[in-house]
């Protein structure tokens, strides 16, 4: 039997981001001037939450 922890630990590594942490990525991407990794998790975040009103605003960044 695998300890509380370790399974604590795969748990959170087999999780799927969560919309917050795309969010915070694509702005962290953007503010790195990473212009395709920043709309690929901004992507990522419409498909959990498409009506999120700023997240649409910087996807409209790259049309």
């Known amino acids: 039997m695998l300890p ?3 399974l604590l630990a795969l748990a ?3 999780a799927p981001p969560s919309f917050e942490q795309l969010r915070a990525e694509g702005t ?3 503010e790195a001037k990473n212009w ?3 709309c690929r998790a901004f992507m990522a975040a419409a498909q959990l939450d ?3 009103a700023q997240n649409q605003a910087d ?3 790259y049309a």
């Open 50 to 52: 498409e009506k999120h």
């Open 36 to 38: 395709k990794a920043a």
């Open 28 to 30: 962290r991407a953007y």
């Open 4 to 6: 509380a922890s370790l």
């Open 12 to 14: 959170l590594v087999a």
């Open 59 to 61: 996807l409209g960044l």
